[in-house]
């Protein structure tokens, strides 16, 4: 008995899960719908690999329980790309060569899309204290930085 | 695109050995009285940065979680007799992103700011920050210093509180069974007032403090400090108001001398542990600097309004 029934949207679609009150929103994505994109790097909020956007704002889905997600719009990694046609963000990551092992890539992304909408033209020093809470173990961060700035000149037509 | 998923199908009956039962109560007197009936074995979700981790730790165990997001007066920021109430369960970037209320208490945001990421301070809440009773929390020495108040209710009724009087060691507060803490009053803001909150970390962000100082002052006309309140952090078990540091501001210009006093009282004041992220001798000497530096950004302030 007694698992929380709960309605949102996904990456625009409408969903239903069922879920424990226990499981976090990441749980939720990754096993019971099935979107493993987002990725669990520590599960305590210090890194970012899960992170997420939540009615546009960006979180770390570990931190927040499925049951919570009832009526919210959730956008993962999943929704980034329009069909074949890969996201700005994407495509210069992939150029940059600004991934390795790519278990923070997918955060990294998230969380760099959410700041370009904030700020369309960042300086590195705000693409930097802008990523701050997402951790990447394998680049050392310059490429990351790199291919943010570049997809920032692209998106803005510069 | 994506289809529609849906797993209504796919519960499984008997698999888990504890329930934890999740309600989100719209009004104080439903949270109220949803804590009265549960014994004890209740926590209380807000932005969840702490409780969600100490649920899956084991650290905790509730059997009911109380989400409190749905209630109005968690959730409202709005000017009162001059200042500002805002809700306990209010997300730090809400704070933050409320431009008056930032304009009116710099040194407030400024603590807030500095609570984990950018994804953390998305959901943490003050009403968080206060009640996880870490002596280490940014928010608190900010708004202790600022002289804010916390108005509660519990089974018995309201009550209201000065912050100071709420964390009483780690983890720890002087919150009744069954008590919320609702919402935070700022005071009104005098003329040539300013307040600061800076702390010392190795990392620049995503860190915990070392040491924290928060500072608010009141200046008269001709630059004499009239009010002041210090209050520094991760230095004792609890944020620790201390009224010796404030003392050496108060009927100074806020200069050199009246500085090295105010730093001398605060340092004087501390009793910190020694751990592998300061050692009791480093914590003591750098609450004197941070809470001189943090005087001397609130005096700018001051002067500049
Ligand atoms: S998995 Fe959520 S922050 Fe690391
Ligand atoms: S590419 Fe491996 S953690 Fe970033």
């Known amino acids: 008995m007694a698992k929380n029934r709960v309605s949102a949207t996904v990456n625009g679609d409408a969903v239903e899960f069922l879920c424990e009150t226990q499981q976090t ?24 690999a899960c992170s997420v956007t939540v009615d546009g704002r960006l979180m770390c889905s570990c931190l927040m329980l499925g049951v919570e997600a009832q009526g919210k719009s959730i956008k993962t990694i999943e929704g980034m790309a329009n069909g074949e046609a890969l996201h700005p963000l994407q495509r210069k990551f992939l150029e940059h060569a ?61 | 695109m994506y289809f ?9 009956i008997g698999e888990k050995m504890s329930e934890m039962r999740y309600e989100a109560p719209k009004t104080l007197d439903a949270a109220v009285a949803l804590l009265a009936g549960a014994n004890g074995r209740a926590r209380i979700l807000a ?32 000017a009162e007799n001059g200042g500002f ?13 409320h431009k008056a209320l930032a304009n ?18 998305a959901r943490a809440s003050v009403g968080g920050n206060l009640c996880n009773a870490s002596p280490a929390a940014d928010s608190v020495p900010a708004l202790i210093a600022a002289g804010a108040r916390v108005s509660i209710v519990g089974p018995k009724g309201k009550r209201d509180a000065p912050v100071e009087e709420i964390p009483t060691g780690p983890g720890k507060t002087s919150l009744a069974k069954g008590e919320i803490v609702v919402s935070f009053l700022l005071p009104k803001r005098p003329a040539h007032s300013g307040d600061a909150y800076l ?23 001709g630059g004499i400090c009239r009010e002041a309140r210090v209050c520094l952090g991760a230095v004792a078990d609890r944020a620790l108001l201390v009224p010796e540091a404030a003392a050496a501001l108060i009927g100074s210009k806020v200069d050199a001398p009246a500085l090295d006093r105010m730093a001398a009282a605060a340092s004087a004041a501390c009793r910190p542990i ?27 302030r001051a002067r500049g309004n």
């Open chain 2, 85 to 97: 109430r805002f809700g306990a369960a209010v997300s730090g970037l809400d704070l933050i992103e």
């Open chain 1, 98 to 158: 600004a991934l390795q092992c790519g278990v923070c890539t997918p955060g990294m992304l998230i969380a760099a899309r959410s700041l370009l909408e904030r700020n369309p033209d960042p300086t590195e020093q705000e693409v930097r204290y802008g990523l701050a809470g997402n951790l990447c173990r394998c680049t050392g961060y310059h490429k990351i930085v790199e291919a943010v700035l570049d997809a920032a000149r692209e998106m803005r037509g510069a």
């Open chain 2, 47 to 78: 932005g969840g940065t702490d409780v969600v981790i100490q649920m899956r730790s084991g650290r905790i165990e509730p059997e009911l979680l109380v989400d409190l997001k749905g209630i109005p007066e968690m959730m409202a920021i709005a």
């Open chain 2, 4 to 12: 529609l998923i849906t797993l209504l199908g796919s519960m499984e």
């Open chain 1, 25 to 48: 929103l990441l749980d939720v994505l990754r096993d019971e719908l099935r979107l493993t994109g987002t990725k669990e790097g520590c599960g305590t909020g210090d890194c970012g």
């Open chain 2, 274 to 300: 020694d751990d592998k992220r300061g050692t009791r001798e480093f914590r003591i000497k750098v609450a004197g600097v941070m809470a001189r530096r943090a005087a001397e950004l609130a005096l700018t």
């Open chain 2, 104 to 121: 009116a208490w710099p040194g407030v945001i400024d603590s807030v700011n500095l609570i984990g990421s950018l994804q953390v301070r």
């Open chain 2, 199 to 221: 702390r010392f970390t190795p990392r620049t962000e995503m860190d915990i403090a070392v040491v924290g100082a928060g500072v608010n002052l009141t200046l008269d006309g």
